[in-house]
């Protein structure tokens, strides 16, 4: 990650986002809302069957996945052990985070493998990289080069019915040569072949304002992390709708976008037990997006 400095917030957001007279009718109708795993990391290996049945409580239809290995499974379920735990609960599983840093370092698909033989069982379409080895994109051309192994990797997958999808944090931002991994990312790969998991947290603590983004890039969003920031300590995380970012007008132009998967994440809980917490940001963003 890199040094992280003082970023522009809510006011870049709302004085922009006045143009645009977004509305929300553009949402309605798209899925249910999903949770990325990745917010009760302390909870899963505890009792993975528990966890799965409190998130199908909390009002979810859909969780993204994280931290499969073939050794382990997920949380000590095979892939379609975990299928069947989702099922079970009423619940399914468009996307999973999967690091590819095997493939872009060294070219080798043993890994890859392993995550095509996991989505295809767990009944995912989208394979997303969660972020990427900082040391393979230290070079404008450098950016290049993993753009290109990111067509390679979605054409690798479409024969399995299965598409590429990029997570962003903030670093995609650093600019190097002129130019971001970010933009180079959105200019260089194919849009038919990767598919973006836009952060609105990481791009409103980047200083950049998502409805930009969106208008300069239509049609490249299918998903969307939804995350809230705290109002009094900015590298914190904090329940959905309670934060400084205006997610109804952000979400308002989910159409414009290309959203087809609300995702909401929480990396930390601050005094609130995290199954009332991931409740209290289903209710807020199902009642947002009026699904």
Do not use: C
């Amino acid at each position: 990650m890199t040094t992280r400095r003082n970023f522009l917030v809510q006011a870049g957001i709302a004085s922009a986002a006045a143009m645009l007279a977004p509305t929300l009718l553009s949402a309605k109708g798209k899925t249910g809302v999903g949770l990325q795993l990745y917010s009760l990391r302390d909870e899963l290996p505890k009792d993975v069957k528990g966890v799965i049945a409190n998130i199908a409580k909390a009002g979810y239809s859909e969780v993204e996945t994280f931290g499969y290995s073939k050794q382990g499974g997920f949380w000590g379920l095979s892939a379609k052990e975990f299928s069947a735990l989702l099922k079970a609960n009423g619940l399914t599983t468009p996307s999973g985070h999967y690091g590819l840093d095997e493939y872009f370092g060294s070219g080798k698909m043993d890994q890859l493998n392993s995550y095509i033989e996991s989505a295809l069982a767990t009944g995912q379409t989208y394979i997303i990289i969660p972020g990427i080895n900082h040391e393979f994109i230290k070079t404008a051309a450098d950016f290049k080069a993993v753009a290109e192994k990111m067509n390679k990797i979605a054409e690798i997958l479409k024969p399995q019915g299965l598409k590429l999808g990029y997570h962003n944090h903030n670093f995609e931002w650093k600019e190097t040569e002129g130019t971001t991994f970010y933009d180079t990312i959105l200019n260089e790969t194919d849009p038919k072949l990767v598919n973006m998991e836009m952060d609105l947290y990481w791009v409103v603590r980047a200083g950049y304002n998502p409805l930009d983004i969106f208008k300069k890039h239509p049609g490249r969003f299918t998903f969307v992390h939804i995350k809230d920031m705290d109002r009094t300590n900015h590298e914190l995380n904090t329940e959905i709708g309670t934060g400084t970012i205006d997610f109804k007008t952000i979400l308002g132009q989910a159409k414009l976008a290309g959203i087809k998967h609300f995702i909401v994440e929480q990396e930390n809980f601050t005094n609130i037990d995290p199954y009332k917490s991931i409740a209290q940001s289903s209710k807020y963003i199902k009642g947002l997006l009026a699904v």
